[in-house]
Structures are given as structure tokens and as C-alpha cells.
């Protein structure tokens, strides 16, 4: 409880932050036209600083304990969205590499929240590669969007994952790897 009066006082801060500079940002746009040098940075500006209000909202569901609000949405329109902001986070000398293949189905997810997931992969990716060769480390991280039929999820004999087709993102980045006493902690917050 103590821990959702805190989150729900921190997010409700931010968003006020978040909201004076939205709202600046969009000042800034009706003194600036498309094409402009200044334009697309105080776009991107507003797109990120919407994305952080979308986290605040999470942080205030998370407080409140609320249910997610999954969609149904295609992982590569998910991807396309924070591309731009996975590029800043991973710098110049990483780079991402994208690949779908073709007649993906869609998937029902919480699409924030999904955001967030792959924002987290990208900087584990980022911190792993410069984990192995130093800060200044020159790397790739690629996400791949791939169709699994139901006969290969079989295949697998999991009893956890019903049979059936699927949708997968699959992250793979040249850092160092998981060193193998924390594999089983992966799915720990």
C-alpha cells in the first residue's frame, strides 16, 4: 500500500511536468511549419514526452492496481513506434535491425505496455554489448517479428503454451549473453 501512495504521489507529479511541457511543445509548433530545421526535434520532443505520459498512466494503474487494457494490435506497428526512441537510447555505434515476416497475425497485448517491454530489451541490449567491449562498444540489436504454427508449438511439448499459432518478437543483440546464474531469474521484476 505504502508503495502505491508513493507511486500514485510520483506519477501524478510527473504528468503535470509531462503536461506543461506537451503543452509548450505545442506552442512551439504553431510558430514553426513542417520542413522547418526545428519542426521534427519539437515533434519528437512531444512524441516521447507523450510516451512518458503513457508510463505515468501505468505507474498510476500499477498504484491503484488496475487491469491492463489489451488491444489487438501487429507487433510491427508496436516496433515502428519507439524505433526512433530506440535509436537515440542505443546511440550511434549500435546499430537496429528489423525484420518481419510477412502474414503475421495480430497479437492482444496492452500495446504501453508492450512499448515498455521492448524500450527494456533495447537497453538490456545496450548495456550488455557495452558490457563486453567497453562503453564506446560498436554492436547490433535486431528485432525480429516471426508466424510459429501451431504443429511447431506442438512440436515443442510445453504444457505451459496452448497449442495454437502465434505471433513472436524475438530479440537478439552481439552483447555477452546472460551469464547463466541469473537465467533463472529473467522473469524476476
Do not use: W
Request: proline fraction near 5%; glycine fraction near 6%; hydrophobic fraction near 40%.
Amino acid at each position: 500500500q505504502a508503495v502505491g501512495q508513493l507511486a500514485r504521489g510520483v506519477a501524478h507529479d510527473f504528468n503535470n511536468v509531462l503536461t506543461a511541457i506537451i503543452g509548450y511543445c505545442d506552442l512551439m509548433l504553431l510558430r514553426h511549419t513542417p520542413g522547418d530545421s526545428d519542426y521534427d526535434d519539437i515533434q519528437q520532443i512531444k512524441a516521447n514526452s507523450n510516451r512518458a505520459a503513457s508510463l505515468t498512466r501505468q505507474l498510476l494503474a500499477f498504484s491503484r492496481q488496475q487491469t491492463l487494457q489489451p488491444e489487438v494490435i501487429q507487433l510491427p506497428d508496436v516496433i515502428s513506434e519507439v524505433s526512433q526512441l530506440l535509436k537515440r537510447l542505443l546511440g550511434a555505434r549500435i546499430t537496429l535491425k528489423t525484420h518481419h515476416d510477412r502474414d503475421l497475425g495480430p497479437v492482444r497485448a496492452d500495446p504501453r505496455q508492450l512499448e515498455q517491454v521492448v524500450i527494456n530489451l533495447a537497453v538490456n541490449a545496450r548495456d550488455a554489448i557495452q558490457a563486453r567491449a567497453g562503453e564506446h562498444a560498436s554492436g547490433t540489436l535486431s528485432f525480429i517479428t516471426r508466424r510459429v504454427a501451431a504443429r511447431d508449438v506442438r512440436r515443442t511439448g510445453s504444457e505451459i503454451i496452448p497449442a495454437g499459432d502465434y505471433t513472436v518478437l524475438i530479440a537478439e543483440d552481439t552483447g555477452g549473453g546472460i551469464p547463466p546464474d541469473n537465467l533463472p531469474k529473467i522473469f524476476e521484476p
